[in-house]
């Protein structure tokens, strides 16, 4: 071999590396702040329990994981029929304003003590309770595809979870759109697909909600549906090779069923129903006392009952229980843009009515905000 042809072996073979050097760099997710963990009861943020040492009235609250009901972050309409009912009061829906909205309030949120919140890839009824649903509000195509414009708004929001320190609970399936997947094939790719997008960000910060409260009978695939809902927490928890914890939720009062207790990583409750604060302790314990139960951590992810003035309340019957505890703060058709975490469009500030200020008022007492 000539020696120019030794250079040009050596300069091709140069080329080669630093285009394989540069491929995976860019297929590299950016480095992250904030892992989450679970050991025994507690969940951890880089290794440390959340809220370490903190006690509330004689009740520890080390380990627990505070959230609020916030499904509605990435919320759009591609129905056009429905989309005008979200106009702001001051101009059109814009799906793009909600989510700079919802950013701009999360360092507000994160300073009070809450260290996560509840998205949806579809959503929650914008309406509150019991109304006609034909919008169409949905991360995933019908095929079980991921809509990009979706995924854009919910990587803004994540990237911000996780330079402020938080966890976000991000929620799947929601009954009133789960129906528009073509088939069960649908309903599996779309797990497929968000759980490789979550991985491939990088994001260590989430904890996965397959399906909000997965035992309504409108969800028209039965693999969502309670007796077959482990299969979907396993194929998450497989396909990410256990770096995902997942769980998913049933409606109030509810305790999950064996096959969901006995794989999920952590067990999501909802209050919605229990007007009793000793109905909520009870809840608890009914679900520690199952034999399928194995020491997961407990977290209430939807709560719609407050008194957040009065010595006992739903937050504190569950912190009493050590036990996680999430609002879930709709506004009703008759209350004003400022009301409310779900209703749509949404004034995200968490100064904005009087019972957001009660919520957070007690959640800063609890948890002495952040430092």
Known sequence: MSAIEFFSVCLTLAITLLMCATRSDAQTPAARKTKVAISGESFLINGRPINEGRVYNGMKIEG???????????????????????????????????????????PAWRDAGLASFTINLQGGSPYGYGNPRPWWNSGFNTDGSLDPKYLARLERILDRADELGMVPIVGLFYEAQAMRFDNEAAVCRAVDEITDWLLAKGYTNVIVEIANECNLKGFAHPIILPARAHELIQRVKERSKGRLL??????????PSDNVLDVEDFVLLHGNGVSDPNEIRK????????????????????????????????????V??????????FRKKQEAFDEGFQSVPCNWSPDSSERKRGFFKLLREMTGGTK
């Open 320 to 329: 009493s229980q050590h036990t996680g505890w999430g609002l879930f703060d």
């Open 64 to 106: 627990l994981l505070f959230n609020s009901r916030m499904v509605q972050g990435i919320f759009d309409d591609r129905n056009a029929e429905t989309r005008e009912l979200w106009n702001y009061p001051d101009g059109a829906w814009d799906p793009d304003r909600n989510t700079n909205g919802f950013i701009a309030a999360m």
């Open 246 to 255: 997942v769980a998913t939720s049933y409606t109030g009062g509810t305790v």
């Open 283 to 318: 809840l608890v314990e009914r679900t520690r006392s199952n034999p399928h139960y194995h020491g997961q951590p407990i977290v209430f992810n939807e709560d719609d009952h407050y008194d957040f003035e009065k010595p006992d309340n739903n937050f504190i019957a569950a």
